[in-house]
């Protein structure tokens, strides 16, 4: 049974930083993409960041490019988000997945396992 298991979410001052961590279980693929979703209230879900284990590229959204860094440690089998320069529309619930792609991908219908999600709420 594949289980993702989300943590490090919190409250942040708007120019603070976070760091999110996603442990997967159960997942018995080598190479894989693994991204970052974010969902703000009343708005849809979207792809923040994606790299692929594999060889370690990434993906991210323009929204957060030069802010936030995406990294996997394969040894814990665990995703990263380094969230830096935070601001105010950053506040959402952040999901890990994961896809069976040989590349990153931030495309969601990609992802067929998710975590439960961690809550990021940044305040000015």
């Known amino acids: 049974q594949v289980q993702l298991v989300e943590s490090g979410g919190g409250s942040v001052q708007a120019g603070g930083s976070l760091r999110l961590s996603c442990q997967v279980f159960g997942y018995t693929y080598f190479s894989y993409s693994m991204g970052w979703f974010r969902q703000a209230p009343g708005k849809e879900r979207e792809g923040v960041a994606a790299i692929y284990t594999g060889s370690g590229s990434t993906y991210y959204a323009d929204s957060v490019k030069g802010r936030f860094t995406i990294s996997h440690n394969n040894a814990k089998s665990t995703l990263y988000l380094q969230m830096n320069s935070l601001k105010r529309e950053d506040t959402a619930m952040y999901y890990c997945?994961?896809?069976?792609?040989?590349?990153?991908?931030?495309?969601?219908?990609?992802?067929?396992?998710w975590g439960q999600g961690t809550q990021v709420t940044v305040s000015s």
């Open positions: 997945a994961t896809a069976q792609r040989s590349w990153a991908t931030l495309v969601e219908h990609d992802y067929k396992y």
